[in-house]
């Protein structure tokens, strides 16, 4: 198959939309990315499957216990996912991300800036990879002289983008402040 019409680019416009997990717990999953997470149930199938989203959408992961009812992860060296992405709209929104991990206790695998984006990853309670990430604006991604791409890989200063979150607040405060007068 080495068509023109085969080598053609995919339309710009496709996006991914949505993860469908298999869970061992389907309860200890909705824990995790409905408690820590804060994405919400927007259909259940009775104790074996529900789906989550964010906004009101009608689901950006699907979850269920159809297969893999108290299963175990797979094992190391095995093919599979490596990780879900979940994308965040800005950069305050992902501090906040890191602010609910830290206070449910869940450990990073790694934090990293790539250029493009930063990104935390991490496992949920199945040991399915997850990734949470924001995208810089193309504007201000890396290039090389050439003009293309030059991601790289730097640790992520948690510190900074916690800050992000303490910033918010602040103002917030601020704004408060200023409609109480």
Known sequence: MTSDEDARPIDPQV?????????????????????????RVT???????????????HHHIGLNTWES?????PPAGATGLYHVAILYPDRRTL?????????AAVPLDGASDHGVSEALYLRDPDENGVELYWDRP?????????????????????????NEVEAAATIAE????????
């Open 138 to 162: 193309q504007e201000l991604w890396p290039r090389t002289p050439g003009g293309g791409l030059a991601m790289f890989t730097r640790r992520l200063d948690l510190d900074g983008l916690l």
């Open 15 to 39: 996006r991914i939309g949505h993860v469908h997990l298999k869970v061992a717990d389907l309860e200890r999953s909705l824990q995790f990315y409905c408690g820590v997470l804060g994405f």
């Open 43 to 57: 259909q259940r199938y009775g104790t074996q499957a529900a789906f989550v989203s964010a906004g009101g959408y």
């Open 69 to 73: 009812l108290g299963g175990s992860p």
């Open 174 to 181: 601020v704004e408060e402040g200023l409609r109480d007068s």
């Open 95 to 103: 501090a906040d991300a890191l602010r609910r991990l830290i206070a």
